[in-house]
């Protein structure tokens, strides 16, 4: 694996599109015509797809695509955390939102199988099938709390975050000792909770982990949906009480609001920019990055700035994603040859 990036190094959030043969294959399963060992045979061919696609796109950090998660984001660890019982479902009816997730009760104290989530053997898997510079991803406390009950047996939904920051930090250790060296959490800008509260969360899940971090903060993403009021200023400066080198933010979708913040709120920290509207169906071209990307450096150094989507590509078809990945890419290099000319 090398080591060097060049300048404005492009990456992804985590998530790809995925194949239509996923989907397929995720319901014979569940209809009881797939076994366990089919499923785990086209997982395999998922992450070697989204491998293969980022790599033909020209990305420079890549992840597994997080192909191995079959339903959202946390939802596929949901089934397998014990002691949380599922809530009834208010709305089922009509147009969907984020009223009509499942949510769940805590009855006891949380815990996860003695394998943990398997983000271990995923990024083993990755880094066995590459050569570029790989990402490890996991959702935060916050996102893990975020659909639990605290019920009696926590006191709010803090405390449920707090214990999923214990059970994260085992995770992420692990990932460490695998080889991991560069890890992203990723959490929701839920406005009910404070920056300086984010910040300690990610410091408890984060503790001892050796690794360069980054810090994903999420407006929602499910089916291209937002979810909470999209304005980071709220935020600062009490998220810099993170120890996160990295701080990923979404722009493109913003049509590049608070860019400006990093000039204010940067603190030498590296900025992962979302200059990629994964929320819009629209065709994002090679010119359409660079000009976001030239908007990013007007307000942050140029050696502190990783270029990756807003957010990941879950809930977008395949080729859309491919298309934006291919546009990343060569918006980043206008933008590099540009700044070469200067020099």
Same mark, same amino acid.
């Given at each position: 694996?090398?080591? =060097?990036?060049?300048l404005?190094p492009?990456s992804v959030?985590?998530?790809h599109g995925?194949?239509?043969?996923?989907?397929?294959s995720?319901?014979a399963?569940?209809a009881?015509?797939?076994?366990?060992?089919?499923?785990d045979?086209m997982?395999d061919?998922?992450v070697?797809?989204a491998?293969?696609?980022?790599?033909?796109?020209g990305?420079?950090?890549i992840?597994?695509g997080e192909a191995?998660?079959?339903? +959202?984001?946390?939802?596929t660890?949901?089934?397998i955390?014990?002691n949380?019982?599922?809530?009834p479902?208010a709305?089922? #009816? +009509?147009?969907?939102g984020?009223?009509m997730?499942?949510r769940?009760?805590?009855v006891?104290?949380?815990?996860?199988?003695p &394998?943990?989530? $398997?983000?271990?053997?995923d990024y083993?898997?990755?880094?066995a099938?590459?050569s570029?510079?790989v990402?490890?991803?996991?959702a935060?406390?916050?996102t893990?709390? =975020?659909?639990?009950?605290?019920?009696?047996?926590?006191?709010g939904v803090v405390?449920v #975050?707090?214990r999923?920051?214990e059970?994260?930090?085992q995770?992420l250790?692990?990932?460490v #000792?695998?080889?991991?060296?560069w890890?992203?959490?990723?959490?929701?800008?839920?406005g009910?909770?404070s920056?300086?509260?984010?910040?300690?969360?990610?410091?408890?899940a984060t503790?001892?982990?050796?690794a360069?971090?980054?810090f994903h903060i999420?407006?929602g993403?499910?089916?291209?949906?937002?979810?909470f009021l999209? =304005?980071y200023e709220p935020y600062?400066?009490?998220l810099?009480?993170a120890r996160a080198d990295?701080?990923v933010?979404e722009f493109?979708?913003?049509e590049?609001?608070? #860019?400006?913040?990093?000039?204010k709120?940067?603190d +030498?920290? +590296?900025? $992962?920019?979302?200059v990629?509207?994964v929320?819009?169906?629209?065709?994002?071209? &090679?010119?359409?990055v660079?000009r976001?990307?030239?908007k990013?450096?007007q307000?942050?150094?140029v050696?502190?700035v990783?270029?990756?989507?807003?957010?990941?590509?879950?809930w977008?078809?395949?080729?859309?994603?491919?298309?934006?990945?291919?546009s990343?890419?060569?918006?980043?290099?206008l933008?590099?040859?540009?700044?070469?000319g200067?020099?």
């Amino acid at each position: 694996m090398t080591d =060097s990036l060049p300048l404005l190094p492009t990456s992804v959030i985590g998530s790809h599109g995925k194949p239509g043969w996923w989907f397929a294959s995720v319901k014979a399963f569940e209809a009881g015509d797939f076994g366990p060992g089919d499923l785990d045979e086209m997982f395999d061919d998922a992450v070697d797809t989204a491998i293969r696609d980022m790599e033909a796109a020209g990305i420079d950090v890549i992840t597994d695509g997080e192909a191995r998660r079959t339903d +959202g984001y946390v939802d596929t660890y949901y089934k397998i955390i014990k002691n949380i019982a599922p809530l009834p479902v208010a709305r089922k #009816a +009509g147009p969907w939102g984020y009223d009509m997730q499942q949510r769940y009760e805590a009855v006891g104290r949380i815990e996860t199988p003695p &394998a943990g989530f $398997g983000l271990v053997h995923d990024y083993e898997y990755l880094k066995a099938r590459t050569s570029r510079r790989v990402k490890a991803t996991c959702a935060g406390p916050l996102t893990f709390g =975020s659909r639990i009950h605290p019920g009696k047996a926590y006191k709010g939904v803090v405390d449920v #975050a707090e214990r999923f920051a214990e059970v994260i930090n085992q995770e992420l250790k692990g990932l460490v #000792a695998a080889g991991a060296d560069w890890i992203q959490l990723d959490e929701p800008a839920r406005g009910s909770v404070s920056g300086e509260e984010m910040a300690r969360l990610f410091n408890l899940a984060t503790e001892g982990v050796t690794a360069r971090l980054g810090f994903h903060i999420c407006f929602g993403n499910r089916f291209g949906r937002s979810r909470f009021l999209r =304005s980071y200023e709220p935020y600062f400066p009490g998220l810099l009480k993170a120890r996160a080198d990295e701080f990923v933010l979404e722009f493109a979708g913003r049509e590049m609001a608070e #860019a400006e913040l990093w000039q204010k709120y940067g603190d +030498g920290r +590296g900025l $992962g920019a979302g200059v990629i509207d994964v929320k819009g169906f629209n065709q994002d071209t &090679a010119e359409d990055v660079a000009r976001r990307i030239r908007k990013v450096l007007q307000h942050c150094p140029v050696e502190k700035v990783t270029l990756n989507p807003d957010c990941g590509f879950g809930w977008s078809p395949r080729y859309l994603c491919n298309h934006k990945l291919a546009s990343l890419a060569a918006g980043a290099k206008l933008v590099r040859a540009e700044l070469t000319g200067k020099r």
